[in-house]
């Protein structure tokens, strides 16, 4: 599985950015986003199911984020609103097989 990811950049608190990530191959289940503020571990952010039914955030970003995907094609996105300093990092992409397969990161910066 391959997975290329955009989207990131530069935004003041309280704006909004689009990740995009498109993943390349067969029997991806979960698709979802995590991320790595500076200093610190990869975190949860969200993920949806194979269908799309299913749904999970972290409690930080519930009411601000939006994570959707494409079945057809096995793009997943995330719609981040309100954007706080705080959610700054670099944010991976993730596509599930039968293991975990990690994009290749894209930069998010918060300024207050």
């Known amino acids: 599985v391959q997975l290329q990811a955009s989207g990131g950049g530069s935004v003041q608190a309280g704006g909004s950015l689009r990740l995009s990530c498109v993943a390349s191959?067969?029997?991806?289940?979960?698709m979802g986003w995590y991320r790595q503020p500076p200093g610190k571990e990869r975190e949860l952010v969200a993920t949806i199911s194979r269908d799309a039914t299913q749904t999970k955030y972290a409690d930080s970003v519930k009411g601000r984020f939006i994570i959707s995907r494409t079945g057809y094609v096995n793009t997943v996105y995330l719609q981040m609103n309100n954007l706080q300093p705080e959610d700054s990092g670099v944010y991976y992409c993730l596509a599930t097989t039968n293991r975990f397969n990690w994009g290749q990161g894209t930069l998010v910066t918060v300024s207050s």
């Open positions: 191959g067969d029997r991806i289940a979960v």
